[in-house]
């Protein structure tokens, strides 16, 4: 019963999605996916890591989300609407690094919800994150400010790493076990 219920919501999810008449009148974001921020643990402050790889554990294609090189203070995390969680793996890319065992991630446990935005914005769903995971390589911590997740574009996961100024490093000369912020 619970699986019929399931495949229904999600049928009709889709046909409203599709039968939505245009999304001329829709100024909105029609997409609810959470963004979430990177920030140093000592300062509290907005970082640019250097060299990470973000991506989903499991994510079909696997999906990169954000690729070494690319400098970034912000990644959205898409939520898969047909499970009841997702992960994601950072992996540091900095030769220090780049080790299959540093590689950190976060799960968020959430239920979704089906949303009925309006005849021209159509469908979608909202997120409310239940619990989240995560493993503390190179991460302090994560913070969630906010568990609905709706089609808003503000920052609702804050993500703490342990950083070390370039110029400190960790005390041996090779700055290893830090991420390095500019």
């Known amino acids: 019963m619970k699986s019929f219920f399931h495949i229904i919501t999600v049928v009709v999810t889709i046909w409203l999605a599709v039968s939505a008449c245009s999304n001329v009148g829709c100024t909105e974001n029609q997409n609810s996916v959470p963004l979430a921020g990177f920030y140093s643990s000592s300062t509290e402050e907005s970082i640019l890591p250097d060299s990470i790889a973000v991506g989903g554990v499991d994510a079909p294609n696997d999906t990169l989300l954000l690729g070494p090189g ?42 979704a919800t089906p949303y009925f935005a309006s005849e021209d914005c159509g469908a979608m769903y909202h997120y409310l994150i239940t619990s989240y995971s995560y493993t503390t390589h190179l991460i302090d911590s994560v913070a969630v400010t906010d568990s609905l997740i709706t089609n808003l574009d503000i920052e609702r996961i804050k993500i703490f790493f342990r950083t070390a100024d370039p110029d400190e490093g960790d005390g041996d000369g090779n700055g290893d076990g830090d991420v390095q912020e500019e």
């Open 70 to 111: 690319s400098r970034a203070s912000q990644v959205y995390l898409p939520l898969r609407a047909t499970s009841p969680s997702t992960e994601f793996y950072i992996k540091y890319k900095q030769k220090a690094l780049d080790y299959p065992w540093l590689v950190d991630t976060i799960r968020f446990d959430y239920t």
